[in-house]
């Protein structure tokens, strides 16, 4: 899938580079993601396949570096500058690093929205939060609590495994859950790791844990990567019902996981939908449509926005055994 997703994207930019034409009626939106390769954003652009078949004058240029970095995202950025694309919606990998390029690409008349994760307020016109970050944030401990829950204990530990150090989102969430463990008093964080969205050093990472933390109760893995790593890890080593595993995940990727017993619950908002709205939002800005507080996003409704030009697109939503198969042939 990630060879073919990126033999697509290669092929796109090489027609619009080799011919120099594209409709002139049509709105070229670009998808930057974090990386291709990573079924979150495979199924963000569905969404946007789904808004550009609604709206019918939009063309999807679905590109991203193939590993997570800020360096490979610049270069991207630069290149769409230079095929003059009407918008792009960034997923950052570094909240400052990509501000520069995205400033040029706004004075070249380019509209910029972020959105998962953000840059910097200079770097875009408008951010798209998935949802709440503080409501992220504690929903995250919760599913911690309730993974302690399940294994019939009152008070435990937990780790958390995030992305990189610098992705924007993964460290305000992780900055939203140290706030609300005052809710949570019987639980202890105990260490806070990064696996970079890496399949093998998440791996790697989440066995060190538990390692290093002999009584640890639950590993919180913000990221669909991470969370699959660290279940893949508890599973591998035979510690199912030991230690639990929850986060942020897809229901395609967990639902074997979750039947395992490896998994207790985790979250997650509609990663179509967030691709989707993305679109959207880039699409109506180029036409000129909204205000300063509010944008449409199609069958999502609103964004309503702060005055940062931030806004959230919905709740998170838990999966568990009663429902991640619904789920998982989905996204």
């Not at 974090?34 to 946007?48: D, P, Q, S, V």
């Not at 180029?286 to 919905?314: F, Q, S, W």
């Amino acid at each position: 899938m990630k060879n073919k997703l990126i033999t697509a994207c290669v092929l796109a930019s090489a027609t619009l580079f080799a011919s120099g034409t594209y409709a002139a009626d049509q709105v070229r939106v670009a998808l930057l993601v974090k990386a291709l390769g990573i079924g979150f954003f495979e199924a963000a652009y569905r969404g946007a396949e789904e808004a550009k078949k609604e709206l019918g004058d939009v063309e999807i240029i679905y590109t991203g570096p193939t590993s997570t970095t800020a360096e490979g995202q610049i270069e991207i950025i630069n290149s769409l500058i230079a095929q003059r694309v009407d918008a792009i919606a960034v997923s950052a990998n570094d909240a400052d690093a990509l501000v520069p390029s995205l400033k040029k690409a706004q004075q070249r008349g380019i509209k910029v929205i972020s959105w998962d994760s953000g840059v910097g307020k200079e770097g875009r016109q408008v951010h798209l939060n998935p949802s709440s970050n503080s409501l992220i944030g504690e929903m995250n401990v919760q599913l911690a609590a309730d993974a302690i829950k399940a294994k019939g204990k009152k008070s435990g530990t937990f780790a958390i495994l995030s992305a990189t150090p610098t992705s924007t989102n993964q460290n305000i969430w992780i900055g939203e859950m140290k706030k609300s463990l005052s809710k949570f008093p019987n639980l202890k964080l105990v260490d806070t790791v990064y696996g970079d969205d890496l399949a093998d050093k998440s791996f790697r990472e989440a066995t060190a844990l538990i390692k290093n933390h002999p009584d640890l109760d639950v590993i919180v893995a913000p990221t669909t990567v991470g969370i699959l790593a660290a279940a893949q890890a508890v599973s591998d080593l035979g510690l199912t019902g030991k230690v639990y595993v929850t986060g942020l995940g897809l229901p395609s990727e967990l639902a074997g996981h979750v039947h395992s017993g490896a998994i207790h619950s985790f979250a997650i908002w509609n990663p179509i939908d967030l691709g989707y709205s993305a679109t959207m939002l880039a699409y109506n800005l180029v036409k000129g449509k909204g205000t300063k507080t509010e944008i449409p996003m199609g069958r999502m409704g609103t964004l309503e926005l702060d005055k940062n030009g931030d806004g959230a697109m919905a709740k998170p939503f838990i999966y568990d055994a009663s429902n991640v198969d619904e789920f998982s042939s989905i996204f």
